[in-house]
């Protein structure tokens, strides 16, 4: 009966995938006015498990859930283990600047990960995530009397969409018993486009649209490392780190202005550059974080992100740089963030509620870019629940992050917003020998 249940439940995910992935078609992965600089919004990595945990992972030994964002945690596992990880997430997002008030809602998937053990004490894992999204749709009539009195009606409109993923595959080993290793080779690849429009209502005057076509590619590595160490117990401290290399941007970048009226476009610029000759580069990452853990029946980790950006190339690169009035530059990001988690009895047979295990961590977020001199800082608290789906480690889990980017101050846009996550943990023996034919 459960091996019947088991099957049900695997079938309904790849059916949910199968939904979600063609539902989101033609839908912005991501919807921020900030998205129009630089890469886009770069996604905060991590499972439904690290979301809900504040995105710490770089020290977190789980056996019960994939834990890519430090490719030395893939060796924490049963060594006979299948396991598997997808997830969806829908962020609802209020904004405001100065008086004016708007609102959006996105759904994505956000993540496919499987792994499997090697040999011994290694093992392997291949996923798909996205690297970062650009949404935005805005727009304004001019106001000025003295040109409308001559011109007409004028509006602008500016548009962006498009994602950038990272396919990526990795492997780890632990030696002694304490300290592992693991590295993965990370590809980037994702198409964007920007758009800004001026539409005459007089049609003796040209409408001009312009914009960029950027195709991204890229290739990087990663590597990690993880040292456990026993304080007494079942209490253990582990200490991570995680270095991702920085690179250069490969693809095209298609710059072009074309003038409509009535039926005929003529074409003012039109203009197709090789992303290497601009010099636009991925930053790179250095990643550390500590955690304790009481056995499997809690844990807390504290994690520190920095990139540097400064050397990026985008401040100057068109399609990348600043479009419109403020001024885009890029700087270093940084991220600090805490999680813990607790679960009041994993093995308890009587009340189901105890065998879950329940999360919360915050997060302070700085942007890889300023606008006209300002940060972007990010602040959030998540809350998070795993449910456990009968036997093994298969489960749903269940997170919400709130959160705020920006203020109102020096005319900047804030953003208050509540995302909430899904992901399912599959989990099953395939590697077992049988003792009998």
């Not at 989101?24 to 979301?51: C, L, V």
């Not at 991702?244 to 298609?254: D, P």
């Not at 269940?398 to 996550?421: H, K």
């Amino acid at each position: 009966m459960i091996g019947k249940i088991e099957r049900i439940f695997l079938v309904s995910v790849f059916l949910i995938m199968g939904v979600c992935s063609y539902a989101q078609q033609g839908t912005y992965g991501a919807y921020s006015p900030y998205s129009i600089f630089g890469i886009g919004d770069i996604s905060k990595e991590g499972t439904a498990y690290n979301k809900s945990m504040g995105g710490t992972g770089i020290a977190t030994r789980n056996r019960r859930f994939i834990n890519y964002l430090n490719p030395a945690a893939v060796t924490a596992r049963d060594s006979l283990a299948f396991m598997a990880d997808f997830g969806l997430v829908q962020k609802n997002t209020l904004y405001r600047q100065g008086d004016i008030k708007s609102g959006n809602n996105t759904f994505n998937v956000y993540d496919f990960v499987l792994s499997f053990p090697i040999y011994r004490s290694s093992a392997f894992m291949v996923g798909i995530t996205p690297y970062s999204d650009v949404g935005y749709d805005f727009s304004s009539v001019e106001t000025d009397p003295d040109i409308i009195g001559q011109t007409g009606n004028i509006s602008y409109d500016s548009y962006g969409t498009g994602s950038v993923y990272q396919v990526f595959g990795g492997a780890g080993v632990t030696l002694w018993k304490r300290f592992s290793v693991g590295a993965e080779i990370i590809y980037y690849f994702g198409n964007l486009d920007k758009v800004t429009r001026m539409d005459y209502a007089n049609s003796s005057y040209r409408s001009v649209n312009s914009g960029s076509e950027l195709m991204v590619r890229g290739v990087t590595g990663k590597f990690g490392l993880q040292y456990e160490q026993k304080l007494g117990g079942d209490v253990s401290m582990i200490i991570g780190a995680t270095y991702k290399l920085g690179t250069g941007m490969r693809g095209y970048a298609t710059n072009y202005r074309y003038a409509n009226q009535s039926s005929v476009t003529d074409t003012l610029k039109h203009k197709v550059d090789t992303l290497a000759k601009t010099g636009v580069r991925f930053a790179d990452e250095l990643g550390i974080g500590i955690s304790f853990k009481g056995g499997e029946r809690w844990s807390a980790e504290f994690n520190y992100l920095r990139s540097d950006w400064r050397k990026s190339g985008m401040d100057k690169a068109q399609g990348f740089s600043a479009v419109g009035d403020s001024r885009f530059s890029s700087t270093v990001s940084q991220s600090f963030r805490a999680g813990f988690e607790i679960v009041p009895n994993r093995n308890d047979i009587r009340y189901y509620l105890r065998r879950c295990a329940y999360r919360a961590g915050v997060y302070y977020d700085q942007a890889y870019y300023k606008l006209d001199g300002n940060n972007v800082n990010s602040v959030g608290l998540t809350l998070g629940v795993t449910l456990p789906v009968y036997r093994w480690y298969n489960g749903i889990s269940l997170g919400v992050d709130v959160g705020q980017r920006a203020s109102t101050r020096n005319n900047m846009i804030r953003e208050r917003y509540a995302m909430f996550v899904i992901g399912f943990n599959i989990h099953d023996i395939w590697f077992q020998k049988p003792r009998y034919n």
